[in-house]
């Protein structure tokens, strides 16, 4: 997993905004590997994250959208049942929070790319990296937070 750029843009909620946006990446050769959007009261929310975030700038400023740059947790997972809960749980155990999270295929076979804004991207990163999970966690008699 790491942590990679994610861009935000506020969409007017019309036909044709979403496709100017990926049609113009595409002339780029920018690959996007995941997307979400959202739609809201106002502007619809776009979030995605591209192969190449200068690229993506780029595009974006030339065809005059407004955006913003976070930094998401990027997960590998198995297109299997229950994987996608064991991450949402080994997060919950450590009391960190997923504000926001979609999931996109991914080019190999049998995975997918989770992407998770967290409360703590950082500590998500390292709490997913150790192999050992949670155990530390469960042997000092901490509960998962949604357990309680």
């Given at each position: 997993?790491?942590?990679?750029?994610?861009?935000?843009?506020?969409?007017?909620?019309?036909?044709g905004r979403l496709a100017k946006i990926c049609s113009a990446l595409a002339q780029q050769k920018v690959d996007i590997q995941a997307l979400s959007v959202m739609e809201t009261d106002g502007p619809s929310v776009l979030r995605f994250v591209t192969t190449d975030l200068d690229a993506t700038r780029s595009v974006l400023t030339s065809i005059g959208t407004e955006y913003r740059i976070t930094e998401v947790l990027a997960v590998p997972l198995e297109n299997r049942t229950g994987s996608l809960a064991r991450v949402l749980e080994r997060l919950a155990e450590e009391h960190i929070n997923v504000e926001y999270a979609y999931v996109s295929t991914n080019g190999t076979p049998g995975k997918s790319l989770g992407i998770f804004h967290t409360s703590n991207p950082k500590r998500a990163s390292q709490v997913l990296a150790d192999p050992a999970g949670s155990a530390a966690a469960r042997s000092a008699g901490r509960r998962p937070l949604h357990s309680r």
């Open positions: 997993m790491d942590l990679v750029p994610e861009v935000t843009a506020f969409l007017e909620n019309k036909p």
